[in-house]
């Protein structure tokens, strides 16, 4: 069973930014699709929680050099 959760963040500055996200978001088991918008700094990640757990999503971003949190609403 797949969720979308919504990330943001606020230190995307250049469209290289934005790959290298998607590319190590995608990489985690249980992600289904990762996609970055540039222009507001929202992540939407479809994945299995039980694989990949909102905090393991936060943390795959920190590890490419950006921070990130849950979105709130």
Do not use: W
Request: with cysteine; net charge negative.
């Amino acid at each position: 069973m797949t969720q979308k959760t919504i990330l943001r963040s606020d230190e995307l500055s250049c469209p290289s930014c934005v790959h290298k996200i998607e590319k190590a978001l995608n990489a985690l088991p249980g992600v289904a699709k990762a996609e970055v918008r540039f222009n507001t700094g929202k992540i939407e990640v479809e994945h299995d929680p039980a694989q990949s757990s909102v905090e393991a999503l936060v943390e795959a971003v920190r590890g490419t050099g950006y921070e990130a949190r849950p979105a709130a609403f």
